[in-house]
């Protein structure tokens, strides 16, 4: 079965060693997901006829698994990676029998430990720089200056910890393989740097012209401006009113001597943002120690909610390059016409062809 049209290439590699011709004889459909604040993911599905594949060393678990693709063939882009974890046995009367392999991204190391872990009077930074060593993966690590802190893991693992400290301070982390150094990398960035559209996708209705193939928008609750935030913590019992702020005169936290250092009850299990005449709940980190955090935590939360306002899903034209964290310009959509911030993407090869289904968030005028 052709997996993609002709002129498109894809090269499949297991631990530095060219396996393309056993992987696509088999291949009935590979994707390749990746998603903000999630593991990246690989799926191939593969027939399965007398137990061939599941004889093969190179579908068995263990090895690190490299996708190459572009549409020249000859200069190849890297995809993604995958270690594989495991691979599901699929049986039909209707059909032939498949096996799904089931490959996961460098972050699924941190979901696997767990430990008590503290610093003082360091900036959050070095929390990953610590994790990063601790898994030997090398870092890509924008330092952390607005604030410096006490810090304390406990009950968490890895991933879950570093999730929480960069929603603390507006950062974006994760973990990408290097196939120079043939190593993970773990990255920590700041998502709020401005960016121009990389490629314009383009909707209409006769199909041969479009590069975006359908789209679905939806609307969000309208966060966007609000004059006073309000915060309580849940002890079990009943919520503590714990701070409130004018919107516009948000306190400055980078000074360790501005801090509340009053440590916050064990019991508080969540907070309760209230914006004007409107309150929701999210869950507590266990990073935070304090009111002033819980308040930093909770603006942060707010901001990215303004940025999720209008969100779209759809599917496009199969770009090897195309990636989270990317803005692109979608046109032809009437009013929803304009830059979007792309949050997951996913690779798909399959009897189709190549293509790639997306979910975004709308970028608001003033994000840019």
Known sequence: MKLFDP???????RDGIDVTDVFLEAAERIQFSQSMGEIDLIKATLSNPYHSATRKKVFQPGGVIELWAGWNQEMLSFLGAGEIDDWLGRFTTMDMPKIEIVAHGGGIKLTRSKDDYMFIDRP??????????KHKFMSDIDPTTSRSNYAKQSGTNDWEWLSGLAGLVGYDFFVKWDVNAKNWVLHWHDQRSEQDSVYIFKFNQDSQQSTLYSIDISYGINYESYDQIKLWAWNGEEYIEIKTEDALLVTDYSDPASQDVTFFPDEYSKLRIGIDDSAFDIPLDTSILNADEAFVYADNYLKQM??????????????EDLAPRQVHRIEGIEQFSGDWFFTKVDHIFDSNGYNCTF??????????
């Open 306 to 319: 303004k940025r999720q306002l209008i969100t779209a899903t759809g599917k496009i034209i199969g770009i």
């Open 124 to 133: 959050l930074s070095e929390a990953a720089k610590d994790i990063a060593n």
């Open 359 to 368: 979910s975004a968030n709308r970028v608001l005028v003033d994000d840019k």
């Open 7 to 13: 002129r498109f290439g894809l090269v499949v590699s």
